[in-house]
């Protein structure tokens, strides 16, 4: 074999293994980008999950902080009206918004009555 066909098989032998090794490299390419976006879905699913945990944990706290305002709130004015022995108007006024009172349904049953507290908020 002469010098020229050892270069010529060289070249055909490097030209076939050139094109083997881009090929490969295009399957992991074309395999990593899938994997990348899977990824990038799964982390996206996440987190709008957690954005939304996010929003409904907000709005326990911000109910948890309503009610620790009431509670703070009573606490006021019972430590102001701690002396008081009897019920008075301004004493029920200060701490009562409403009383509701339903018809009996029969004449053996109670009536039921609902009270509004000023310190309770409207919400719960």
Same mark, same amino acid.
């Given at each position: ?41 799964? =982390? ?8 939304? $945990?996010?929003?409904?944990?907000? $709005? ?56 509004? =507290? ?7």
């Amino acid at each position: 074999m002469n010098i020229e066909s050892r270069i010529r098989n060289m070249n055909k032998t490097m030209k076939r293994s050139m094109i083997e090794w881009l090929k490969r490299t295009q399957k992991l390419k074309q395999t990593s980008m899938r994997n990348c976006a899977e990824h990038i879905q799964r =982390y996206e699913t996440e987190q709008r999950e957690l954005e939304a $945990k996010l929003a409904e944990l907000s $709005k326990k706290v911000e109910t948890m902080n309503l009610q620790e305002t009431c509670i703070k709130e009573f606490m006021d004015k019972a430590k102001t009206n701690i002396g008081m022995n009897d019920v008075t108007p301004k004493l029920l006024n200060l701490f009562v918004t409403r009383i509701e009172v339903s018809e009996r349904e029969s004449r053996n049953s109670g009536c039921a009555i609902k009270i509004r =507290y000023t310190f309770q908020p409207e919400c719960l």
